[in-house]
Each structure stands twice: as structure tokens, then as C-alpha cells.
T-cell receptor, first 119, second 116 residues
């Protein structure tokens, strides 16, 4: 697609339920990031995928959070047994590592995010 | 570890006037990139301007310019001739260049309101 696509745009769930958030990056982009944006806070890094390399999971806040990226494209962020403190906007971004591409300067292209509300 | 600090949670400016948003950062790296991203109510983050640390010349993009002071680790954004569409959250961000991970570290943001 032309841009990074995320779904759902908004998700309301009950405490204890599992949720899945989806990210479809820009075609050809090998790097994919998940960030979390809580109210009044900046963006908190969660996880990074680059090609076939092992993902950098250093930002995942607990073992209830996991993410996968299938076929080097679409990614799913899963939150199990959701808690109220998980309420936030989850942003996905992608970038290209191709030589000469704009991403050589580190620019990320963001989706519009998925707003998660845990009641 | 790198940190990015934006000391102004909120700012306002009159349309057509100039406003400066502050950002400081802390790093031991010598080669890095700095960014200002804009997040309007639509939530999509949009790159406003980018600065390479090895360049002494300040980056400019139309009405947007930066004042990059490497020794002071300061990276402020100046918006000239402010427009109503500039109303948004502005985030300062940092990444190390040349590494295998272009992870961006963000500040907490400044909410800018442009008043008519």
C-alpha cells in the first residue's frame, strides 16, 4: 500500500481479554517497529523487526506482550490478559534499508495507530 | 542510553507569528540523527525536519528550521509564519547513525496550539 496501515483503528476490550493489533507496512520496507503512546507520554519503543534477523524485544513491558511478523511483511502485536494500564495508542512504523533510499537517514514512516481502551 | 527532553509540555502562538520549541538530548555518540515529528489529531506521525549531527549547517524546510547546537546538545525547532494547520503535538527524536537498528528515542512532546 501507499502507507503504513493499522487495524483496528479503535479497540475497546474488557480487562483480562486478549487483543491483537495488526500492522501492514509500506511495501518493500524491511524494518518494522511497534511503539506505545500513553496519555501525556512520549513514544515508548516496544519491538523492532529487521528482515530475517531476530527481533529486538527489549521494549516489551511484560510477557503478556508478544509480536510476530509473518513473511517479512504484516506484523501482529498481541496483548494477553489485558490490564487497564495497557490502554494507549499503539503505533506501527516501517522503514527501508535499501542503499540510497530515504531510510538511510533513519526516517520512520508511521501508521495512524490503534487506540486500545481496556475497561 | 540516550534521552530526549522537551521541557515545554504546551505552547501557543498567534497565527502568522513565530514560535520556537525546545529539545535537549543526552548521548555519548558522535554520529546521529535528530528529528522533529508532528502528530496532528489524526494521530499519524509526520516527519517535519531532520538534522545530521555531522552537518554544521542548520536544516530548513520551508517555514520550519532548526537551531542545532551540538556542544550544548540542543535541537530547537522554529516555526515561522505559524498557520492553523500547525496545531499538533511535536516530538523531538534521536537515533544513532550507522547502527543496525534505527530505533528512535522520543521526547514526551510539546502540544502547540496556533490561535486565529
Amino acid at each position: 500500500g501507499a502507507g503504513v496501515s493499522q487495524s483496528p483503528s479503535n479497540k475497546v476490550t474488557e480487562k483480562g481479554k486478549d487483543v491483537e493489533l495488526r500492522c501492514d507496512p509500506i511495501s518493500g520496507h524491511t524494518a518494522l517497529y511497534w511503539y506505545r503512546q500513553s496519555l501525556g507520554q512520549g513514544l515508548e519503543f516496544l519491538i523492532y523487526f529487521q528482515g530475517n534477523s531476530a527481533p529486538d524485544k527489549s521494549g516489551l513491558p511484560s510477557d503478556r506482550f508478544s509480536a510476530e511478523r509473518t513473511g517479512g511483511s504484516v506484523s501482529t502485536l498481541t496483548i494477553q490478559r489485558t490490564q487497564q494500564e495497557d490502554s494507549a495508542v499503539y503505533l506501527c512504523a516501517s522503514s527501508s534499508r535499501l542503499a540510497g533510499g530515504p531510510s538511510r537517514t533513519g526516517e520512520l514512516f508511521f501508521g495512524e495507530g490503534s487506540r486500545l481502551t481496556v475497561l | 542510553a540516550q534521552t530526549v527532553t522537551q521541557s515545554q509540555p504546551e505552547m501557543s502562538v498567534q497565527e502568522a507569528e513565530t514560535v520556537t520549541l525546545s529539545c535537549t538530548y543526552d548521548t555519548s555518540e558522535n554520529n546521529y540523527y535528530l528529528f522533529w515529528y508532528k502528530q496532528p489529531p489524526s494521530r499519524q506521525m509526520i516527519l517535519v525536519i531532520r538534522q545530521e549531527a555531522y552537518k554544521q549547517q542548520n536544516a530548513t524546510e520551508n517555514r520550519f528550521s532548526v537551531n542545532f547546537q551540538k556542544a550544548a546538545k540542543s535541537f530547537s525547532l522554529k516555526i515561522s509564519d505559524s498557520q492553523l494547520g500547525d496545531t499538533a503535538m511535536y516530538f523531538c527524536a534521536f537515533t544513532v547513525s550507522g547502527g543496525s537498528n534505527y530505533k528512535l528515542t522520543f521526547g514526551k512532546g510539546t502540544l502547540l496550539t496556533v490561535n486565529p
